[in-house]
């Protein structure tokens, strides 16, 4: 067992506080991981404050982890004491139905067992997440950082961010000559711009913040439509191969529905405390449009994603915090005040504790 120094929510309406726990003692197929960097999702938040339903508390969230190895099971052939890793949204799943079979853990039939406020496979006990400064993970959800060291605070959005609108890009199989929309710009909305211009998409960023902007075109887009005014929305009508739309909040969704072309798929991974109202039904048949939704991405297309981001030199935007800060992070986070990442310095959580 070792002590790990942590930032805990003990309830949905309390402040998150230092908080210590004991991780689990290293079994043969686990590695231990002294965390680097965590990123801080709004997924983070929507878990902490029980939005998305009843929190176990205490409640350390925290997805977006990039560490080094400590030490490694007997069974551990990937990785060695030292080299730096991820950890994403998923630290085990059931790993005997198809899903899993095919690498989809995330879909796994039995429920995946998230980095936090989750289950873990045998001993049912509610996992406990990134925001604390180490980690026991089984090795088939450990993931290989091959980016620059100087670049991985930077990385460990990748870990949610970067995966969650990489997946549907490329299940949408979107590439050159492909127009495509992102829809809201945070934490993944700027890696979905990024993303898509990387695969060679003419990306359009739609956002609510005329202030983004200038920072939209620098990210990779090449158009930017401030999605309130009804003039700018209308002059792209019909024109989209595809949209997808990472708003954290309740919106219509017919004014995106009527800027896909015929066949187009607008896909949510923005996952709203409430349910957005109703589409319009004429909005989809007119034009065969479909409405579809994708959860972050397997592991084997997570280790894809960090090699393609490596690779095309890819990292997130951010803004480092102390862990200290995390309550202001969330305030800022709930005005849309983020560019466009936060990400905890995790050698902050033990002066934290003091
Ligand atoms: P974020 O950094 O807070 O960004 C969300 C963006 O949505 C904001 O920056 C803003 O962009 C836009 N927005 C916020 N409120 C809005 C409103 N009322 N109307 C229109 N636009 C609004 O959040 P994030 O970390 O990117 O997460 C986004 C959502 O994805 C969250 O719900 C999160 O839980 C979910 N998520 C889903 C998955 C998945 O697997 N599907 C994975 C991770 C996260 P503009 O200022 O540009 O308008
Ligand atoms: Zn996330």
Known sequence: MTLTHAYAAQSA????????????TPTARDVAIDILHCGVCHSDLHTAKSEWGPAVFPCVPGHEIVGRVTAIG?????????????????VDSCQHCQPCADGLEQYCDNGMTGTYNSQEQVSRANTLGGYSDHIVVFEKFVLKVSHDEKDLAAV????????????????????????????GLGGL?????????????????????????ADALRLGAKEVVVSKNADEMKAHKNSFDFILNTVAASHDLDPFLALLKMDGTMTLVGAPSTPHPSPGVFGLITKRRS?????????????????????????????VIKMSQINEAYERM????????????????????K
Request: a positive charge; charged letters at 20%.
């Open 13 to 24: 309406t309390t402040p998150l506080a230092p908080f210590t726990f004991e991780r689990r």
């Open 74 to 90: 007997g069974d551990v052939s990937k990785f060695k004491v030292g080299d730096i890793v991820g950890v994403g949204c998923m």
């Open 334 to 353: 709930l005005r849309n005040d983020v560019k466009y990442r936060f990400v905890i310095d995790m050698s902050t959580v033990q002066q934290a504790h």
């Open 156 to 183: 460990a959005p990748l870990l949610c961010a970067g995966i969650t609108t990489y997946s549907p890009l490329r299940h949408w199989k979107v590439g050159p000559g492909h127009k495509v929309g992102i829809v």
């Open 291 to 319: 409405i579809a939704g994708s959860m972050i991405g397997g592991i084997p297309e997570t280790q894809e994603m960090l090699d393609f981001c490596a690779k095309h030199n890819i990292v997130s935007d951010i803004e």
């Open 189 to 213: 909305g700027h890696m979905g711009v990024k993303i898509a211009a990387a695969l060679g998409a003419h990306v359009v960023l739609f956002t609510t913040s005329p202030g983004k902007s």
